[in-house]
């Protein structure tokens, strides 16, 4: 069983940046995909992006590629989405997702592990 705890989120003005962290904890897996997902209300969970702690490779979704950067800690299974240019559409729950293996997918059924949330709010 893969724990996940995330961080970091909060309430910022459109244009600012947020980093959020994940930290897995558990068992050792030899391979981990650490991913983010977003859901506002009324809306369906959304893929944001992951990274292989194996290898590094990563992968966005169309809504926040060239804003927003993941990058990874594979010694201590920690993975950051550092989120640049923030829109008020941005807002969100953001969840840390996992699953074991090396590739990474956006298909949210593929993740087997997930963490609560954290919340991201881009008011003025």
């Known amino acids: 069983q893969v724990q996940l705890v995330e961080s970091g989120g909060g309430l910022v003005e459109p244009g600012a940046s947020l980093r959020l962290s994940c930290a897995a904890s558990g068992p050792t897996f030899s391979r981990l995909v650490l991913g983010w997902f977003r859901q506002s209300p009324g809306k369906e969970r959304e893929f944001v992006g992951a990274i292989s702690l194996n290898d590094g490779t990563s992968y966005y979704g169309d809504a926040v590629k060239g804003r927003f950067f993941i990058s990874r800690d594979s010694a201590k299974n920690m993975a950051y989405l550092q989120m640049n240019s923030l829109k008020p559409e941005d807002t969100a729950v953001y969840y840390c997702?996992?699953?074991?293996?090396?590739?990474?997918?956006?298909?949210?059924?593929?993740?087997?592990?997930w963490g609560q949330g954290t919340q991201v709010t881009v008011s003025s």
């Open positions: 997702a996992a699953r074991r293996s090396k590739v990474v997918t956006t298909t949210t059924a593929l993740y087997e592990y």
